[in-house]
């Protein structure tokens, strides 16, 4: 069965930086674009950044871009998402998303209607 499990959330202060890891089981992540996702309390899931299928191309949204750092290790199975400068307001649950198809491309969108499997979410918190 194909899952996303993600994981290195946590509690932060600000101006520090954690390290998010999706890692995949029941399916490869190579060749799948990949897209990181987040939701604060009391708004909509944004997107945060992304990675081609070919892992060479890499997106970020408004929020994240200059801070935010996406990569993968295809050995590993996993994307990761390396936040640093974090605010207050990065407070959200963060998840992972893959594409079911498995195809070499230089894109990923960063809408969820661009993604089939998704993982449960891992909380980070930035505050003092």
């Known amino acids: 069965q194909e899952q996303l499990v993600e994981s290195g959330g946590g509690l932060v202060q600000p101006g520090g930086s954690l390290r998010l890891s999706c890692a995949a089981s029941g399916f490869t992540l190579d060749v799948r674009a990949v897209g990181w996702f987040r939701q604060a309390p009391g708004k909509e899931r944004e997107a945060v950044s992304c990675?081609?299928?070919?892992?060479?191309?890499?997106f970020y949204a408004g929020s994240g871009e200059g801070r935010f750092t996406i990569s993968r290790d295809t050995a590993k199975n996993t994307v990761y998402l390396q936040m640093n400068s974090l605010k207050p307001e990065d407070t959200a649950v963060y998840s992972c998303a893959a594409q079911e198809i498995a195809v070499v491309d230089h894109f990923c969108p960063l809408e969820e209607s661009g993604y089939d499997y998704w993982g449960q979410g891992t909380q980070v918190t930035v505050s003092s």
């Open positions: 990675i081609s299928s070919s892992g060479y191309s890499t």
